[in-house]
C-alpha cells in the first residue's frame, strides 16, 4: 500500500496501525514500557545502558530494517547485561534482520571480522607483512609532510599578501 492510499485510510485506522507497529518493535526489542521508572514518560538520559540499547534497537526495528548495525555494543554492560544483549541481537537475526555489532568482547558462537590492530588473527601463510607495511607507511607520511609544509607555505604566503592588499587600501 502506497503512501497516499495510507494517507486516505481514516486517522483512528492509521493510529491503530501506528500502534500496532510500535509495539510489535518494543517487543522485539524486550522493552516494557511499565518497568521503566516513569513508564513510558521516562527520558531516555534516565535509562539504564541495556535499556537504551532496547530503546535504540525498537526504533531501528520500525524502519523494517534489513541490517541493524550496532557501534560499541557492550560498553558499559555488565557479564549478565552483555549475555542479555547478544540474545537480543540473536532473536532479531532468527527473525531475518542481518546483525552486525563492534564490541570487545563477542560470544564464541558469532562470527567475528578484525581488521588488524591487537587481537588480529595471525596472516594465514604464516608470513610477515610487518616490514613491508612499515616501509610504506614511511614513504607515506614523509609525502604527506612534504605536502603539509608545502600548503603552510602557500597559506603564510596569501595570508601576507592579503595583510599587505589591506594596508595599501587602508583598510587595517
Do not use: F, M, N, Y
Not at 491503530?16 to 513510558?40: E, M, Q, S, V, Y
Request: hydrophobic letters at 40%; a negative charge.
Amino acid at each position: 500500500e502506497g503512501p497516499v492510499r495510507a494517507l486516505l485510510r481514516p486517522r483512528g485506522e492509521r493510529r491503530h496501525a501506528a500502534r500496532a507497529r510500535i509495539d510489535a518493535a518494543l517487543a522485539a526489542a524486550g522493552l516494557d514500557l511499565a518497568t521503566l521508572p516513569k513508564g513510558p514518560r521516562t527520558s531516555v538520559r534516565d535509562l539504564e545502558r541495556l535499556e537504551a540499547l532496547r530503546l535504540s534497537v525498537a526504533i531501528a526495528l520500525l524502519g523494517a530494517p534489513r541490517l541493524l548495525a550496532l557501534d560499541d555494543l557492550d560498553l558499559k554492560l555488565s557479564d549478565a547485561e552483555r549475555a542479555e544483549a547478544w540474545s537480543l541481537l540473536r532473536s532479531i537475526a532468527a527473525a531475518g534482520t542481518t546483525v552486525l555489532a563492534v564490541c570487545s568482547e563477542a560470544p564464541d558462537d558469532v562470527t567475528v571480522l578484525r581488521t588488524g590492530g591487537e587481537g588480529a588473527e595471525p596472516d594465514p601463510a604464516g608470513e610477515s607483512t610487518e616490514s613491508a607495511d612499515t616501509e610504506k607507511t614511511e614513504e607515506a607520511g614523509q609525502a604527506g609532510q612534504a605536502e603539509q609544509a608545502e600548503k603552510t607555505q602557500k597559506t603564510e604566503d596569501t595570508t601576507k599578501g592579503a595583510d599587505d592588499a589591506l594596508a595599501e587600501a587602508g583598510r587595517a
